[in-house]
């Protein structure tokens, strides 16, 4: 098991087809991953300001695509699908306890983008800089990808929890 602080988190989208970025205020986070089983949990400690956003996915149970960052802010973020576990209330805060899987990390983003680059027809020097150019618009990149994954992950297990 490795354990890795979270720093930032955007709801991407969730099951029932809301499709708006939503960055999440979190006091505290972690991640930590099952090397065995590639599960993943995640824990975040929310203000009162942004928990009614969070309690949506767990009184509705709704699966969620998630963009986190871990270790660093300025790391690249890495997207997960998630299903809410646990609530449980602090004294000024509330603790959210997640299940779930990463789709989308930092290589998978860099071969996705150098696929690309070949694929509509870029060579030599010209594929270095296209590669340049569309690296440092992976924000945008890895948000689309996660989606569209997302999408098809809850096509092929529309009642499947992640496991």
């Known amino acids: 098991m490795k354990t890795f602080k979270l720093c930032t988190l955007r709801i991407l989208m969730d099951e029932s087809g809301r499709d708006t970025t939503i960055p ?12 065995q089983t590639a599960q993943w949990v995640a824990e975040i400690v929310v203000p009162s300001s942004d928990q009614p ?10 699966r969620a695509l ?12 890495a997207a997960m699908i998630v ?7 602090l004294s000024e805060h509330v603790s959210y306890v997640f299940t779930g899987k990463m ?12 696929r690309e680059v070949v694929e509509d027809g ?12 569309r690296r440092s618009k992976r924000g945008a990149h890895i948000t689309s990808i ?3 994954t997302f ?13």
């Open 24 to 35: 999440v205020a979190i006091q505290d986070g972690l991640t930590v991953s099952t090397e």
């Open 53 to 62: 956003i969070v309690d949506e996915l767990f009184t509705k149970h709704l």
């Open 66 to 77: 998630i963009e986190i960052t871990i270790s660093r802010p300025d790391n690249d973020p």
């Open 83 to 89: 299903t809410p576990l646990e609530r449980t209330a």
């Open 103 to 114: 789709v989308m990390m930092k290589n998978d983003l860099s071969e996705s983008i150098l």
């Open 122 to 133: 870029f060579a030599g020097e010209e594929l270095v800089q296209e590669y340049k150019d």
């Open 146 to 148: 996660a989606k569209e």
């Open 151 to 163: 999408k098809q992950y809850l096509a092929e297990h529309p009642e499947a929890p992640i496991s």
